[in-house]
């Protein structure tokens, strides 16, 4: 193997340090009011179960007896790790109300709701800043520590609109707590609302690829075959047109699949493609691949809505539309934050090592990626279908 070859490699095993999605996303609504600020947060197992050290067996998801003590103690958690105040002024808040799921299903899509109120002995500040920095203790796997964020359906004293921003680990997000529109008006008032959305989904968009193992898996074992940058072009462009119609469909909840059936396929899809790199590598210059790009692609999709789907949920319309295009901007940005060097990498092994299909990059590359595919796969399966 050329010095290239094992570069490449090298590259793609850095890729592989980024597990299994470890972002979680719920929903928080925060309500200002005479003299105090009201929060009500959708809180799922996964978190109670990271930060309170509850296990989560087989029959956990079923049993709301023995997550009594643990969804209790949370309460304390979310408030010690929830940071709102003006200035150096910090709000002091309590647990007024816990409210269980109304079914236990997977343990990501079951959600307690927690109400914390934090009065105050005079006027709520003009402004206030939330930030959080939810399980970043606790890490995902080793390198990685778990990311939570919420869309927050902001709703000041007096008003009856609610606006949308993203809340992250990394970004605190400045609220008003009064419905005066600033100078300039609504019209200002708007665009700037709609500008910070923007922004923190396409940011979001671009974190949830970068520190996600699957899609970009799937997108390198694409690549791994293509001979050249037109070709690498198309077969990027049939993945980007399908994951995007089936995010766009799921989010507007016209179509969706089950994560029983969705997650498996995704790594099923990610095995595939490299075996079909190593056995047939002559196909991967068919339109055959580019069917398997597109096809798989709309399972891919499923799977970048999936954190998105409760959260976004009460979005106004045209925050919902800036949200989503936003996010699905911030995907292909982050793919092509891996695409385009290892295409480089992959160009230059051609030009020293040979332009044949059998080269180390591929097959090693491919047998790599075939492995972690199938260890997901077995992961995949797992959760879905035998933690229930």
Known sequence: MNRLSKICLVFLLGMLSARAHPLLQDAMLVESGPGKLRLTINVSLVEISVAEGVALGPFSVTDSGAWDGAVQKHGDYLLKHLGIGSGTNRLTGHVTGVAPPSEFDQSENTFYQYELTYPTTGPLPASLVISQDMLREWPYAPGTA??????????PAGSETV??????????????????????????????????????YLWHGIWHILTGYDHLLFVAALV???????EMVKVIAAFT?????????????????????????????????????????????????????????LIHGLGFAGGLLDAMQGLPPVSLWIALGAFSLGVEIGHQVVVLPLFGLLKLNRRHGGTGLQTPALQYGSAI????????????????????
Do not use: M
């Open 369 to 388: 990626i075939a492995c972690c595919g199938t260890g997901y796969l077995v992961i995949a399966l797992r959760e879905q279908w035998f933690l229930r």
């Open 163 to 200: 606006t949308s921003r993203l809340l992250t680990g990394r970004q605190p997000v400045t609220i008003s707590t009064a419905s005066t529109a600033p100078s300039g008006g609504d019209e200002s008032k708007g665009k700037t609302a709609a500008y910070a959305t923007f922004c923190a």
């Open 241 to 297: 047109c399908a994951h995007t119609l089936t995010l766009a469909l799921s989010v507007f909840n016209l179509f969706r699949l089950p994560s029983g059936i969705v997650e498996p396929v995704i790594s099923l899809s990610i095995v595939l493609v490299a075996l079909e790199n190593i056995f047939w590598p002559e196909r991967a210059h068919s339109r055959a691949r580019l069917a398997i790009a597109f096809g798989f692609g």
């Open 146 to 155: 778990w990311d939570v964020s919420y869309v927050l359906h902001i709703k």
């Open 224 to 230: 791994l075959a293509v001979n050249s940058f037109w």
